[in-house]
């Protein structure tokens, strides 16, 4: 079945040492986003790729960063992570709407990656 | 006003109920709206998409209002495997493009 995969589904790092969260797709969709999502919130979006075309958040921190070295794989780097960063780092995709019309389809999430900081 | 507005909840309702959630946003110029369902610590997974003329799926049935920028989720004869978190996102503009951007969800609770 096509799907949107991440690895590891839990991580668990620490104060400061960088991790890297990984996501691949099946789907072949040119869109894929990065969400941060803690407890009762929402999805709150990091940043997001039109094929190769990085778009960055104006609220995401410079400790965020990504890679999308082709279509099916990107990845999430923190570089020193915080107490604050813990929460669920979801990946999602999604075929190219038009978006500069106003159009976009829906998204396919992965399962996730808790990340806990110590 | 926040771009996309949910009322969080929770809607505690028996089985067999019938529960409706609104969600409003602020762009006009919106024209993707989407409903998804949140599991506790999973993923959200789509429901449904939102059309202009209203669409249904089975019990669910949602609705869009333009004038009044809004959308809503209709749950008919509520099951316990209803209760979840419903996400309702929209596409908003950003810099000459749009993007989904979420609301902060609404809890139901479906209760025996």
């Known amino acids: 079945d096509a799907m949107v995969i991440q690895n590891p589904r839990y991580q668990v790092t620490q104060f400061g040492k960088p991790v890297t969260l990984s996501c691949s797709q099946t789907l072949n969709h040119n869109v894929m986003y990065w969400y941060q999502q803690k407890s009762s919130q929402a999805p709150k979006l990091l940043f997001h790729?039109?094929?190769?075309?990085?778009?960055n958040e104006a609220d995401t921190p410079d400790n965020f960063q990504s890679r999308r070295p082709n279509t099916s794989f990107c990845f999430l780097d923190i570089r020193s992570p915080g107490l604050g960063d813990a929460a669920m780092y979801l990946c999602?995709?999604?075929?190219?709407?038009?978006?500069?019309?106003?159009?976009?389809?829906?998204?396919?999430f992965g399962p996730g990656t808790r990340l806990t900081v110590t | 006003r926040k771009e996309v507005e949910q009322d969080p909840g929770p809607f505690n309702v028996p089985e067999g109920a019938t529960v409706a959630f609104n969600c409003t946003y602020s762009?006009?110029?919106?024209?993707?709206f989407f409903w998804y369902r949140q599991d506790c610590r999973k993923e959200p997974k789509l429901l449904m998409s939102?059309?202009?003329s209203g669409n249904e799926d089975g019990r669910f049935t949602a609705q869009l209002n333009r004038a009044s920028q809004y959308i809503s989720l209709l749950i008919r004869d509520s099951k316990l495997s209803d209760s979840a978190t419903y996400l309702c996102v929209v596409n908003l503009g950003r810099g000459g493009s749009y993007i989904p951007t979420f609301g902060r969800g609404t809890s139901l609770i479906v209760h025996p």
């Open positions: 790729y039109y094929d190769k075309d990085f778009n």
């Open positions: 762009n006009s110029a919106s024209q993707s």
């Open positions: 999602a995709t999604s075929r190219d709407g038009a978006a500069g019309q106003g159009i976009i389809y829906e998204q396919y």
């Open positions: 939102v059309y202009s």
